[in-house]
Each structure stands twice: as C-alpha cells, then as structure tokens.
C-alpha cells in the first residue's frame, strides 16, 4: 500500500561516503533532509580497503575538510596509522594516507549524522523516482517511493547508490544477485532511471579476501609502520598523538603464479561471464599474473580492519577466481600458509550512469532537482566518491534556496578536476583520481587546500564564522611572514658564512635577501634560524611560507597557465543555444556540443571531438548573437 | 587579454616583397627586440612607415633591409596594437624573420586568426561573420593537411621517436609519484636526468634538419617536360633509382602523370614525369597532355628536356614556348648518340638558359642536375608552397620550444629541484610536441601507464 510520507527539501538515496557527505551539506546550509540507506549499519561502510587518501584521494579529503565537509575529520577521529606518501618526491605529490578503524569510522559518521540538525536517517530502499513535467515539457523531481510503499515528496534528491544498482556478485563460477559486503542489492531503481530516459553503463570493480590475524605468521613478513609525525587530515585539528597499529608487505610466490595460471579458465573474467567494464588501475591478481607474466612476484599488504576486530585486507589480491582455488592462492603466500580466510575475494558488476548527462553542478541537465554523486557517476574510491558527494549536496541545497551554485575549475582544486573530467569527457572505466590528471598539480597541493577553498566553503556558509576567523589569522601570518622574508637582508657576517659553508653553499660577500637564500636548494626554513631571529610559527605556517618562496618560480608559471585558463572558463555559454543550427561547425561538433552543453568556451574545448576551429566559429557565432541582441535592445 | 599573433599576409608566390602582419598586446616589444632603425621603435609614431633593420641579435647579422609600420590600437585592422613588415625576401627571409617574432614571444595565427580578431573586436561587420566562419574553415582544411603530408616523412618518424620517448619517461615519473608503495621500479632525479640527454640530443637534431631545409616534405616540386621519347621516364627512373614509369621506345607510352618523391643532397623533391606534350587524338591521351598542362602551371621548377640525337624540331619550340617564362632547366640527353657540332647547335637555340648536357645511358650530367636543383633551393630563388612553409615555422618554433624545456629540467635537476618540480618542465615539452601531433599528452601517459606497470589493489 503507497502512501503519503511527508516533505524533504533534499532526499539522499544511499548512505555511503558520497551519500553522507551530501545529507550533511544540504542539512548544514538549512534545508530539511532525509538521508536512505538500504541498512542504517552500512552508513560510511568501506567495502574495500580500510583506508582512506592516498596519492590525489588524501588531496581530495583535504579539499572536503577546506570547503567543510566531514570526511577527513571522521578520518582523524577513527585512523589508526597515518602516513605522508611521496616525502621525498616534492610539495606538489606529498600525500596523506590513513589505516581506518572502518567500524569505528562507521559509527562516528552514523552518530555525526543523527546529532545533525534538520537531518533524517531512514532504513528504506528507494525504488522509484518521482517527477511531473511541466508545460514546456521539462522534467521535474517530485518525491521519491520506497519498497514498502512511503512516498516522500521533496524538491531535490541526490542519488548516490554507489555500487548497490542490480548488484551482482561473482566468485568464480558462482555468482548471484547482492551488494557490497553481503549486503542487498538495489534492483528497482535502475528500471525507474531507465523511465526517466537516464542512459546507463555497466562497470565492474573488486575486492581481496578478508582473513583472521590470529592465523596469520607475521615473522615472515616485513612490517610497515606509520610515521612518527601525524599530519591530521582536517585543518581544524591541530595534532593528534595515538599509538599506531602496523600494516604488514608479503608478496605473491611461483606457486601462487602456477595456481592462478592452472585455473584460469575457470576465472568469470576470462570466461565472459563478466561484461561490465572494470579499471585498468586496479586489475585482479589474476589480471597481473597474465598480463605481466615476466613478473615473478607481486607484493601483497596485509592490512588490520581494526582495533577490535581480527579480521586483516589483503591488498593486492582481488580476486574472481572461485572459492576453492582462492583457498589455495592465499596459501601460498608467505606467512599465510595457515591462513584462515574470513570473507572471500569477489568481483561486482552494477549499474551506472554516464556521467556526461550531468551539469558541473552534478544536476542531470533534462531533469530538474535530480543530481548524482559517487560511484553511480562512474568513479571508484571513496575519496571521488565523498568530494562528489558534497558538491552535489551543497549544489542541491543552494538551488533550493535560490542561491548561485557551486562550480569548482580545474585550477582550483582537484574536486574540480573530478567533475570537469567525468561530465565533460564521461569515463569508459571507472574513474581513479590521480595527480597527474591535474594541469596544475603544484598550485593544487593537499597543504593549501584550505588557502584554496576555505574561502569559498565560508561564502557558502559550510564554514563558521569562528573557524574562518582562524583561517584569516593563518593566512595573515604566512602572508607577512614571506614578505618578512623576501625584504630582509642578511649581512656577510662571519657566523653567516659559516653556516653557509657548513651547508655546503657559496659564502656570501655582500648584503643578500633572506628569500633568496631560502631559494637556494642546499638550504631551508628551517636551517636558517641559526642566522636569524623570528617569532615562533605553527608548522602549517612554516610549511607554506617554505614552499611559496623555494618554488616561486615554479608557481609563477602556473599561475600564468591558470591565468589563460580562466580566461576561457569565464566566457559562458547559455544553456538554450541550439548547437546544431549552428552552420560553420562541424557535425560532430555540433552533436557533441549539443549533447554535452557546456558551461563555458573552456568546457567547450575540452570535449573529445570538439576542435580549435570549432571554438573559434563558436566565438564568432557568440560575437553575432552579442550584436545582434545589441541591434534589437535599440530599436526597443 | 589576448596573446600575439604572427603571419605571412602576402599570398604565396609573390615575387619582390612579402609582409608580415603581427598583432597583440606584445607587437610592439617583439619587434624593437628585432628592429635597428634610425629612430628606436619604440619611439616610432603610430601610423608612420620607417626604414630599418631586422637584426638576428643570436647570430649578429642582418637578416634583411625592412620598411617596418607601427599602428597603436583601436585604429589598427584587429583593433589591437599592429606592425607589419614589409620585406625584400622571398619565403626563406620571410621565413627567419618570422621565425625571430615567434622566438620573442608571439605564436603563429590560426587559419583566418587576423579577421577573426578584427571581428570579435569590432572591426568587421557583422554581415561579414559568416565569411569569417568560412575563411577559418576552408584554411583549416588546407593547413591541417599540408599538416598532415608533412607529418607523414621523416619529420614524423623522427618526432614520433621523441614524443614516445618522453611519453615513457613522463610515464615512469607519474607512476612512481601515483603509486608509490607498488613494487615498481621507482625512477629516480638522476634516471630522469640521464633519460633527458638523448631525448634532448634527438629534439636538437630535428632543429638542425630544420635549418637545413631538410624536413619539408613537399619540398620542390619539379616537373619534366619534352616532346615523347626523349628520355623523360628513363631520367625519372635515374633519379629514384626505380622502374615505375614504364619505359618503351614507343613515343606516348607514359600516358598519365607519375609522381614520384625523392631527396636530392637531402632536399626533398616532388617529380612529376609528364605525357608528352603533343597534338593527339587519342582521348585517352589527351586527359594526360591536359593533366601535364595543370602540373606546369603549378611547379616549382621545370626540366625541359631536348634529343641530341633527333634535334630539336617544333614540337620542343611549341614545348619551352609553354614553359620559358618558368624557372627552368634545359636538358639535352642522348649526347653520346650525337656529334659535338650537333649539340652545340643544340645549346645555341637555348642561350641564356641552364643548359645540362646528359647521357642517361652512359650516366654522365645526372649529378650536375642534382647540384642545380640543390642550388636553386638554396639561393632561396625557388618559391615554396607558404603554407607548408608556415607550417613548417610553426613545428620548428615548437620542437624548439619543447628543446627549451628539457633544457630547463635537466637544470632544475642540477640545482637539486625535486620530481614534481622537474615534471613540470617534461610535461610542458611533451604538450609542445603534441601539438604538432594533435595527440593529447595525458591520455597517451595514461595509457603507457597502465601498460607498462603492474599497479592496483
């Protein structure tokens, strides 16, 4: 029996990292929001690695801390080892990574939610969309109805079902209808996005085994442990000092090999079984074994889930092969002779979308009040999905309240990247954040992110009032520091020289600025305070006043590329223009402009088909429209 | 604000002087770095015409004598700051001084880029749009293949093997940065540096092919013509040293043009073996006499050619009547069929014309036509195709550009920059030498990746 439920601004369909970060956002900026999920434990689950960065993910987290969105605060309040990747590599690439307590982390972010105001949290699966259309035929979102007949009316929803779309899952030859983690499947509302005349993919991604500790011989593994410094994730936390648990490096042995090689065949992926599309970046062990084959070994981490738990991921060893052989594999890694497998590896196919449907805004262009975040758009990670997550929920949140939307570019912040690549190019795999997807990775690090986007998150009002008085403060600090820096002069004193030739650089014989000192390779921020006096600074200050003087000269040069950049983002395109009545464009221009609708001249240029010439024909069209319009204003 | 624009505004073959136009807010800096006159550029009026130089302050000479014209913005063509540059040269000064702007900062104009410009700023009316959207696009197609002919020689496999080469390396660094903790091979500075001095060494030698004139595919385009059977096919199979044209003794046999691309003293030529010219009533004749026509009309250079041992009858008048008023040469072949006097008489009808005397039989005057057509090239007294020759400024001001940055990474490494610094530089060369290519640097890095590397979870 249907019947009438009640009214949400904002109705969220499924609770992982994507889903919370968009019910928290729109419940944040003042609208009344329910979130759904298909089991209230699974909310924040990871159903794959406990972990949460990484190289450009760690970047995003921060990005979602700068704007004030909730992932890398739950990442500091449940981690249990943190490291700093690539430290010798340079500012740009530095990347934060942190082994999760992932139930821990689930009941932090499921607690976060239910403290939140405006913010429902409903155990329901969602089965059908609701919409009207309106006399000019356009769509429009009008409720949601969920399996046991409740109809939600609201004005936005925000579909971030991850992989939970006519989930199926494979284990060899086995394989049937289910979620993530033993969890049920979604399998209705793919047909109501269908009805809706959403184009959907199919993709297919994996997870290792799960196996217990106490079977596990560590001896004969190497250990890795965290670094002794902890860089929290949030910019509102200052530092954070826990015990840290080790991660443990085995690797893959010939045996292995010749097992994976002998039962191949009955692998779904080299059978066909397997249709839907899985990432090149993170390939099955059977993928590498066959598609490496010189490759003697692999290397496999072993991964605690927890702190109350002995289960421990295998990273390294997805799988799809069947049970028994998968038994035999992990045996023969070493240390894992015993093993005791808790939860088996498998492969899941599931319904997406093609992402090219959207806006920047992540709203589906034909369909008003509809967005999708997470997964459902073709990424993978966590990390893509919780950033898509907040920009659809805090997009779904202004319109309803009639306020400009949130665009990020590709210049100020990997989120922007994220979204400019999926909705502008669409993805045939699923999408991994990288940094060097990133034009401009040196202006976009994970230490200024909040100098970045704080700004703006404060502009939208995710940010109190308190919190961005504090980010002033900072950015006052670094701002006079460097100028402090760049206009002393340091004398050729003889403890000067010294400690230069004790650095191994040039002594100097005349006045030098202290910046150009600090440009100087051989020598740091730190190192030169045995020649000269300064207050004391946080080592967030430090780190940035650093890199902004040692790699000026870097950052000047992609603040000019920025600089062209922008100058094309900001030449908008109107969203009614018909571009197949456009006569100079080439036709598979005109189609694919047609079809992608792009913000700007700059999003023009960047879709696959659409030329130089193209863009400059569309320029002359916009200059004809311009005049045009000019010639009619007067005769008015 | 807008970059600045450079381009060869006088159409292709025009003789005596051509022009250079550049536009933009750089126009004028650009060119007081290039121009000595009386007056300092800078101090030149706006809508005055003055005498000068252009100088090639890297190499200390004087490129050519120039009437230079300053015109300040809005009161200019594309209502930005103009100059133009009225030189003496043919294509080749043309060429290097375009050249230098390019070294100074502007970029070559896009197909219709000027008018373009003059429109969007207001210039043009609008009734004029559409012809404006038909000029970028008509260009387009005949730029982007001449383009694409000269991307198919040497030029191309050579720059391939660069490109594909940094593409690796580019590869490698991304992968370390991406995925650490794989068990990858992490590359390290010093393995990029050292990976950098071929890939530098291999982008400085297509540079020096540049200079040498080597690389434009098209290159001359030389036609022979004579009265049948004097020899045409044999000295087009001489020159390839292939048997393509079919060889008889009966007059008429080569019945439709034969093109065939060759390198002579590393110049490339385009030869055309034509029908004899001659009365026919053969229809299928007379489409290749009319095809042979059309090839004259457009070549480069014309090789007419004469029979010692026949003499010259007047059909061979009625044929360099057709072509005398062209950069010709005159070639007597069969000399060892015939007496000195003969020949003689024979180089008397042509005075004033480059006469080679020639034995295809016995071998003798083949290199002295090789050394000519080397001649004629280098003097610059041979037009080219502009367009090609544009082109060509173009690709060469990018590979040089993409030399410039390796340089730059190869130092960064020295001064003890880290990885992502030096990337930056790599990067930066590799989109450079993409855009000669048109491919796009970050899908192809995607892809060695994933190729290359054994990375996931």
Same mark, same amino acid.
């Given at each position: 029996m249907e019947y009438e439920a009640g009214y949400y601004d904002v109705v969220v369909v499924g609770a992982g990292h994507a889903g919370c970060e968009a019910a928290l956002a729109s419940a944040r900026l003042g609208?009344?929001?329910?979130?759904?999920?298909?089991? $209230?434990?699974?909310?924040?689950?990871?159903?794959?690695?406990?972990?949460?960065?990484?190289?450009?993910?760690?970047?995003?987290?921060?990005?979602?801390?700068?704007?004030?969105?909730?992932?890398?605060?739950?990442?500091?309040?449940?981690?249990?080892?943190?490291?700093?990747?690539?430290?010798?590599?340079?500012?740009?690439?530095?990347?934060?990574?942190?082994?999760?307590?992932? #139930?821990?982390?689930?009941?932090? @972010?499921?607690?976060t939610l239910e403290k939140q105001e405006n913010l429902d949290i409903k155990q329901a699966e969602i089965i059908d969309i609701l919409s009207e259309t309106d006399e000019n035929g356009s769509k429009k979102i009008s409720g949601v109805k969920t399996h046991t007949g409740a109809i939600y009316r609201c004005r936005s929803i925000v579909l971030t079902t991850g992989t939970y779309l006519k989930a199926r899952i494979v284990i060899g030859d086995v394989s049937y209808s289910g979620g993530p983690d033993g969890l049920f499947p979604a399998n209705k509302l793919s047909d109501s996005l269908k009805e809706l005349g959403i184009e959907l993919f199919r993709f297919k991604t994996g997870t290792p085994a799960r196996i217990n500790r106490r079977s596990v011989d560590f001896s004969k593994m190497s250990e890795q442990s965290g670094d002794d410094r902890i860089v929290p994730f949030s910019f509102e936390v200052e530092e954070i000092n826990i015990e840290q648990v080790s991660c443990w490096l085995t690797h893959t042995s010939e045996e292995t090999h010749k097992i994976i090689k002998e039962n191949l065949h009955r692998s779904p992926l080299y059978s066909g079984d397997i249709k839907g599309v899985g990432p090149r970046y993170c390939p099955s062990i059977e993928d590498k074994v066959v598609r490496f084959a010189d490759k003697e070994s692999h290397q496999v981490f072993v991964e605690p889930m927890g702190l109350e738990t002995q289960e421990m991921y295998l990273q390294g060893m997805s799988s799809s092969l069947p049970e028994d052989v998968q038994i035999k594999m992990v045996k023969s890694l070493p240390g894992l002779e015993n093993v005791s497998i808790m939860r088996s590896a498998y492969a899941i196919e599931y319904d997406c979308i093609n992402a090219t449907q959207l806006d920047l805004t992540l709203e589906f262009r034909d369909i008003n009040g509809l967005y999708s975040a997470g997964q459902i758009n073709g990424s993978s990670g966590y990390e893509e999905a919780a950033a898509q997550g907040l920009v659809a929920g805090i997009n779904a949140a202004l319109k309803i309240k009639e306020k400009e939307s949130l665009i990020l570019d590709r210049? /100020?912040?990997?989120?922007?990247?994220?979204?400019?690549?999926?909705?502008?190019?669409?993805?045939?795999?699923?999408?991994?954040?990288?940094?060097?997807?990133?034009?401009?990775?040196?202006? &976009?690090?994970q230490d200024n992110a909040d100098l970045r986007l704080t700004p703006i998150g404060y502009r939208i009002g995710l940010i109190s009032e308190e919190r961005y008085k504090r980010f002033e403060e900072k950015r006052d600090k670094i701002q006079r520091e460097i100028e402090r820096i760049e206009k002393k002069v340091i004398s050729p004193t003889e403890k000067v020289n010294a400690f230069l030739e004790? @650095?191994?650089?040039?002594?100097?014989?005349?006045?030098?600025?202290?910046?150009?000192?600090?440009?100087?390779?051989?020598?740091?921020?730190?190192?030169?305070?045995?020649? /000269?006096?300064?207050?004391?600074?946080?080592?967030?200050?430090?780190?940035?006043? !650093?890199?902004?003087?040692?790699?000026?000269?870097?950052?000047?040069?992609? *603040?000019?590329?920025?600089?062209?950049? =922008?100058?094309?983002? =900001?030449?908008?395109?109107?969203?009614?223009?018909?571009?197949?009545?456009?006569?100079? $464009?080439?036709?598979?221009?005109?189609?694919? $402009?047609?079809?992608?609708?792009?913000?700007?001249?700059?999003?023009?240029?960047?879709?696959?088909?659409?030329?130089?010439?193209?863009?400059?024909?569309?320029?002359?069209? *916009?200059?004809?429209?311009?005049?045009?319009k000019r010639i009619k204003d007067k005769d008015e | 604000?807008?970059?600045?624009?450079?381009?060869?505004?006088?159409?292709?073959?025009?003789?005596?002087?051509?022009?250079?136009?550049?536009?933009?807010?750089?126009?004028? #800096?650009?060119?007081?770095?290039?121009? #000595?006159?009386?007056?300092?550029?800078?101090?030149?009026?706006?809508?005055?015409?003055?005498?000068?130089?252009?100088?090639?302050?890297?190499?200390?000479?004087?490129?050519?004598?120039?009437?230079?014209?300053?015109?300040?913005?809005?009161?200019?063509?594309?209502?930005?700051?103009?100059?133009?540059?009225?030189?003496?040269?043919?294509?080749?000064?043309?060429?290097?001084? $375009?050249?230098?702007?390019?070294?100074?900062?502007?970029?070559?104009?896009?197909?219709?880029?000027?008018?373009?410009?003059?429109?969007?700023?207001?210039?043009?009316?609008?009734?004029?749009? !559409?012809?404006?959207?038909?000029?970028?696009?008509?260009?387009?197609?005949?730029?982007?293949?001449?383009?694409?002919?000269?991307?198919? %020689?040497?030029?191309?496999?050579? *720059?391939?093997?660069?490109?594909?080469?940094?593409?690796?390396?580019?590869?490698?660094?991304?992968?370390?940065?991406?995925?650490?903790?794989?068990?990858?091979?992490?590359?390290?500075?010093?393995?990029?540096?050292?990976?950098?001095?071929?890939?530098? /060494?291999?982008?400085?030698?297509?540079?020096? %092919?540049?200079?040498?004139?080597?690389?434009?595919?098209?290159? *001359?385009?030389?036609?022979?013509?004579?009265?049948?059977?004097? %020899?045409?096919?044999? &000295?087009l199979n001489e020159l390839t040293g292939k048997s393509k044209a079919i060889v008889t003794d009966i007059p008429g046999t080569t019945r439709d043009i034969i093109e065939e691309y060759i390198n002579i003293n590393g110049i490339p030529v385009k030869l055309v073996d034509t029908a004899g010219i001659r009365d026919t009533e053969d229809p299928v004749e007379k489409i290749g006499v009319e095809r042979a026509k059309k090839a004259i009309d457009g070549a480069d250079l014309i090789i007419m050619m004469t029979d010692a041992a026949s003499g010259i009858n007047d059909e061979d008048i009625n044929i360099f009547n057709d072509v005398r008023n062209k950069n010709i040469i005159v070639l007597i072949n069969k000399i060892d069929a015939a007496s000195s006097e003969k020949i003689i008489n024979i180089e008397n009808c042509f005075k004033g014309f480059n006469v080679i005397k020639l034995s295809l039989k016995d071998g003798i005057g083949i290199g002295q036509i090789e050394d000519e057509i080397t001649n004629l090239f280098n003097i610059g007294s041979v037009a080219l195709n502009d367009e090609i020759l544009v082109t060509n400024v173009r690709h060469k001001n990018m590979i040089e550009l993409a030399h410039k940055r390796i340089e730059n990474a190869m130092a960064a490494y020295e001064n003890g920059m880290p990885l992502d610094m030096i990337t930056i530089d790599i990067k930066d060369a590799a989109e450079y030498l993409g855009q000669i290519t048109g491919e796009s640097v970050s899908e192809d890095v995607l892809h060695e990746i994933f190729k290359r590397f054994c990375i996931g979870k």
């Amino acid at each position: 029996m249907e019947y009438e439920a009640g009214y949400y601004d904002v109705v969220v369909v499924g609770a992982g990292h994507a889903g919370c970060e968009a019910a928290l956002a729109s419940a944040r900026l003042g609208c009344k929001t329910a979130v759904f999920a298909i089991n $209230l434990d699974s909310i924040a689950n990871m159903p794959c690695n406990p972990s949460i960065g990484g190289t450009a993910k760690g970047h995003l987290v921060r990005e979602i801390d700068a704007l004030g969105g909730e992932m890398g605060k739950n990442t500091d309040k449940t981690f249990i080892q943190s490291k700093v990747l690539n430290s010798a590599k340079g500012p740009a690439v530095f990347s934060l990574r942190a082994q999760v307590d992932r #139930r821990r982390y689930q009941i932090e @972010m499921k607690h976060t939610l239910e403290k939140q105001e405006n913010l429902d949290i409903k155990q329901a699966e969602i089965i059908d969309i609701l919409s009207e259309t309106d006399e000019n035929g356009s769509k429009k979102i009008s409720g949601v109805k969920t399996h046991t007949g409740a109809i939600y009316r609201c004005r936005s929803i925000v579909l971030t079902t991850g992989t939970y779309l006519k989930a199926r899952i494979v284990i060899g030859d086995v394989s049937y209808s289910g979620g993530p983690d033993g969890l049920f499947p979604a399998n209705k509302l793919s047909d109501s996005l269908k009805e809706l005349g959403i184009e959907l993919f199919r993709f297919k991604t994996g997870t290792p085994a799960r196996i217990n500790r106490r079977s596990v011989d560590f001896s004969k593994m190497s250990e890795q442990s965290g670094d002794d410094r902890i860089v929290p994730f949030s910019f509102e936390v200052e530092e954070i000092n826990i015990e840290q648990v080790s991660c443990w490096l085995t690797h893959t042995s010939e045996e292995t090999h010749k097992i994976i090689k002998e039962n191949l065949h009955r692998s779904p992926l080299y059978s066909g079984d397997i249709k839907g599309v899985g990432p090149r970046y993170c390939p099955s062990i059977e993928d590498k074994v066959v598609r490496f084959a010189d490759k003697e070994s692999h290397q496999v981490f072993v991964e605690p889930m927890g702190l109350e738990t002995q289960e421990m991921y295998l990273q390294g060893m997805s799988s799809s092969l069947p049970e028994d052989v998968q038994i035999k594999m992990v045996k023969s890694l070493p240390g894992l002779e015993n093993v005791s497998i808790m939860r088996s590896a498998y492969a899941i196919e599931y319904d997406c979308i093609n992402a090219t449907q959207l806006d920047l805004t992540l709203e589906f262009r034909d369909i008003n009040g509809l967005y999708s975040a997470g997964q459902i758009n073709g990424s993978s990670g966590y990390e893509e999905a919780a950033a898509q997550g907040l920009v659809a929920g805090i997009n779904a949140a202004l319109k309803i309240k009639e306020k400009e939307s949130l665009i990020l570019d590709r210049s /100020e912040g990997y989120i922007g990247v994220l979204v400019d690549d999926l909705v502008t190019k669409g993805t045939k795999e699923p999408y991994r954040m990288m940094t060097s997807r990133s034009e401009y990775r040196l202006l &976009l690090r994970q230490d200024n992110a909040d100098l970045r986007l704080t700004p703006i998150g404060y502009r939208i009002g995710l940010i109190s009032e308190e919190r961005y008085k504090r980010f002033e403060e900072k950015r006052d600090k670094i701002q006079r520091e460097i100028e402090r820096i760049e206009k002393k002069v340091i004398s050729p004193t003889e403890k000067v020289n010294a400690f230069l030739e004790k @650095m191994n650089s040039t002594p100097i014989k005349s006045g030098v600025k202290l910046g150009d000192l600090l440009r100087r390779p051989e020598l740091n921020y730190e190192a030169l305070l045995e020649i /000269e006096e300064r207050e004391e600074l946080s080592f967030p200050i430090k780190e940035q006043v !650093e890199i902004s003087i040692k790699y000026d000269g870097y950052i000047k040069r992609q *603040l000019m590329q920025v600089e062209q950049f =922008k100058r094309l983002e =900001k030449r908008k395109l109107d969203k009614e223009i018909n571009y197949l009545g456009i006569d100079g $464009l080439r036709i598979e221009a005109r189609q694919k $402009l047609n079809q992608i609708k792009p913000d700007s001249i700059g999003q023009a240029s960047r879709i696959t088909g659409v030329s130089p010439a193209d863009i400059s024909v569309l320029l002359i069209y *916009l200059e004809q429209l311009k005049r045009d319009k000019r010639i009619k204003d007067k005769d008015e | 604000m807008e970059d600045t624009i450079a381009a060869i505004s006088t159409p292709p073959g025009t003789g005596g002087i051509g022009i250079i136009r550049i536009s933009g807010e750089d126009s004028f #800096r650009i060119t007081s770095k290039i121009f #000595r006159g009386a007056v300092d550029f800078d101090k030149i009026k706006s809508h005055t015409i003055n005498y000068g130089k252009i100088i090639d302050a890297d190499k200390k000479e004087t490129v050519d004598e120039v009437l230079v014209s300053k015109m300040k913005k809005p009161a200019s063509f594309t209502r930005e700051d103009v100059v133009e540059i009225n030189c003496h040269g043919g294509i080749i000064i043309l060429k290097k001084i $375009l050249g230098l702007i390019i070294k100074e900062g502007a970029r070559i104009a896009e197909p219709g880029e000027f008018t373009k410009r003059a429109f969007l700023n207001g210039r043009i009316d609008l009734s004029q749009a !559409e012809a404006v959207i038909d000029l970028i696009n008509s260009k387009t197609d005949v730029g982007s293949k001449a383009a694409i002919d000269q991307l198919e %020689g040497k030029l191309s496999k050579k *720059l391939k093997g660069v490109r594909e080469k940094l593409i690796e390396l580019i590869a490698h660094i991304e992968v370390t940065v991406d995925y650490p903790e794989h068990d990858i091979e992490e590359i390290t500075g010093n393995k990029v540096y050292e990976d950098l001095i071929p890939i530098k /060494e291999m982008l400085f030698d297509i540079i020096i %092919g540049f200079d040498k004139g080597r690389i434009i595919r098209e290159g *001359l385009n030389i036609v022979i013509v004579g009265r049948p059977n004097v %020899g045409k096919s044999s &000295l087009l199979n001489e020159l390839t040293g292939k048997s393509k044209a079919i060889v008889t003794d009966i007059p008429g046999t080569t019945r439709d043009i034969i093109e065939e691309y060759i390198n002579i003293n590393g110049i490339p030529v385009k030869l055309v073996d034509t029908a004899g010219i001659r009365d026919t009533e053969d229809p299928v004749e007379k489409i290749g006499v009319e095809r042979a026509k059309k090839a004259i009309d457009g070549a480069d250079l014309i090789i007419m050619m004469t029979d010692a041992a026949s003499g010259i009858n007047d059909e061979d008048i009625n044929i360099f009547n057709d072509v005398r008023n062209k950069n010709i040469i005159v070639l007597i072949n069969k000399i060892d069929a015939a007496s000195s006097e003969k020949i003689i008489n024979i180089e008397n009808c042509f005075k004033g014309f480059n006469v080679i005397k020639l034995s295809l039989k016995d071998g003798i005057g083949i290199g002295q036509i090789e050394d000519e057509i080397t001649n004629l090239f280098n003097i610059g007294s041979v037009a080219l195709n502009d367009e090609i020759l544009v082109t060509n400024v173009r690709h060469k001001n990018m590979i040089e550009l993409a030399h410039k940055r390796i340089e730059n990474a190869m130092a960064a490494y020295e001064n003890g920059m880290p990885l992502d610094m030096i990337t930056i530089d790599i990067k930066d060369a590799a989109e450079y030498l993409g855009q000669i290519t048109g491919e796009s640097v970050s899908e192809d890095v995607l892809h060695e990746i994933f190729k290359r590397f054994c990375i996931g979870k």
